[in-house]
């Protein structure tokens, strides 16, 4: 009997057809109830939405909010291993084919006929000058020019007369960039204090000097003459600063070769390429942070 009394009990509270009651409330009373929520939700919502849009006001589409906490550029080369390897045999093109043609590919952006247009492309010199400022990232002026990188600049390391890059002599090339960051200017170092002596001729104005040597002491006087080409041997202030892929969509990096003209052959060698400035620094967690280290052995046998 008192199961009897139990399910009629709960199924009376479930609905009860006498006061029209569900779950021990009326219609009416659920309707209140699912009302407020409703209000209550749809506030806060709203209160969320309103939140991020005036946040979203407060952003430029162009100008990084946090500048000050972006990473020095890293530095990057042409071609490139997941282990930076780079090993070869000079009598065998198949070793060294996909390193030139990682070149090829990547300098055909850099042709001369991709760059003729004058609305979007103008001449900045082929000697190292001051920053050429375009407007401020929030101003109406649009969309801005792009200096020229003509690809001669790279000498031998042009790939357009030698389409192997020094490769099938022994003598290989490596193009090297600094990564974009938006409305970064890099300083020339103001003095040779924080520069290793055998690159402090490398240091002139207007330029990022770049400068590589052995790694580890063993390979002393192994690597042999290393030479660069490009707008005064490194990066030219000219091309800075980028003003990000809506507003530069043409932008070229200005490029440095990296040509390693009598290295030991049959060895492996450790090499270590640096830029040099005031806001350029390393880290050791980011080994491409303002650097990068390479291994490269080249064969004859």
């Known amino acids: 009997m008192s199961s009897n009394k139990e399910d009629g009990g709960w199924k009376k509270f479930v609905w009860n057809s006498e006061k029209g009651e569900f779950c021990g409330r009326t219609g009416g009373s659920w309707f209140k109830i699912l ?3 409703l209000i209550f ?5 709203g209160l969320f939405v309103g939140t991020i849009q005036c946040l979203l006001l407060t952003l430029s ?3 990084p909010t946090w500048q000050d906490r972006v990473a020095p550029p890293g530095l990057s080369h042409t071609p490139r291993s997941d282990k930076s390897e780079l090993a070869f045999n000079l009598n065998d093109l198949e070793t060294y084919l996909p390193y030139t043609k990682a070149m090829r590919d990547f ?11 004058q609305m979007k492309y103008e001449d900045c010199g082929d000697e190292p000058t001051e920053y050429k400022y375009r407007g401020d990232l929030n101003s109406d002026v649009g969309v801005r020019k792009a200096c020229r990188f003509q690809r001669s600049l790279l000498g031998p390391c042009s790939g357009i007369e030698d389409r192997e890059f020094g490769f099938k002599e022994g003598k290989p090339c490596l193009i090297v960039k600094l990564n974009r960051i938006v409305n970064f200017v890099p300083r020339p170092p103001s003095s040779n204090d924080s520069i290793p002596e055998a690159a402090q001729y490398k240091v002139r104005p207007n330029v990022i000097p770049i400068f590589c040597t052995n790694r580890r002491e063993e390979d002393a006087g192994k690597i042999g003459e290393v030479k660069y080409y490009g707008i005064g041997e490194g990066f030219p ?3 800075y600063p980028y003003y990000s892929k809506v507003l530069h969509p043409q932008y070229l990096q200005p490029l ?13 060698l450790r090499i270590e390429c640096k830029v040099f400035g005031e806001n350029i620094g390393y880290s050791e967690k980011d080994k491409f942070q303002g650097r990068f280290e390479l291994k490269l052995q080249v064969t004859n046998l």
């Open 61 to 63: 589409d162009y100008k």
């Open 107 to 117: 300098l055909s952006m850099y042709d001369e006929d991709k760059q003729r247009d």
């Open 256 to 268: 440095v070769a990296i040509q390693f003209v009598n290295v030991t052959m049959n060895t492996e």
């Open 41 to 45: 939700y749809s506030f806060l919502a």
């Open 35 to 37: 009302g407020f929520y």
């Open 237 to 239: 202030l000219q091309y």
